[in-house]
């Protein structure tokens, strides 16, 4: 069973940066698409960001050009880089095994908080 641990969240103020780190466990990890999702208070869950075992990248547009998510295999790490924040990105963000815009192959980790003031 595949265990997702992300860190990195934080308060910043608007206009300033973060960058997320998702630890993942499992031997399919470098084969696997990965992807960063986030879920604001009372909302549902959405997909931010997804990254190809070979390193193809997509984003949502309401966080292209602002965030960059990378990964390194050697290490079964995930990064999502936050710049420009604004406190619409305001959520808890998770990684996870990708599987569409709407879903997510994995069980789902704690997450990791980001609040951004204006």
């Known amino acids: 069973q595949v265990q997702l641990a992300e860190s990195g969240g934080g308060l910043v103020q608007a206009g300033g940066s973060l960058r997320l780190s998702c630890a993942a466990s499992?031997?399919?990890?470098?084969?696997?698409?990965m992807g960063w999702y986030r879920q604001a208070a009372g909302k549902q869950r959405e997909w931010v960001a997804v990254?190809?075992?070979?390193?193809?990248?997509n984003y949502a547009d309401s966080v292209k050009g602002r965030f960059t998510i990378s990964r390194d295999n050697a290490k079964n790490m995930v990064y999502l880089q936050m710049n420009s924040l604004k406190p619409e990105d305001t959520a808890v963000y998770y990684c996870?095994?990708?599987?569409?815009?709407?879903?997510?192959?994995?069980?789902w980790g704690q997450g990791t908080q980001v609040t951004v003031s204006s």
């Open positions: 499992g031997s399919i990890f470098g084969i696997s698409a």
């Open positions: 996870n095994y990708y599987g569409g815009t709407t879903w997510a192959r994995g069980n």
């Open positions: 990254i190809t075992s070979g390193g193809s990248t």
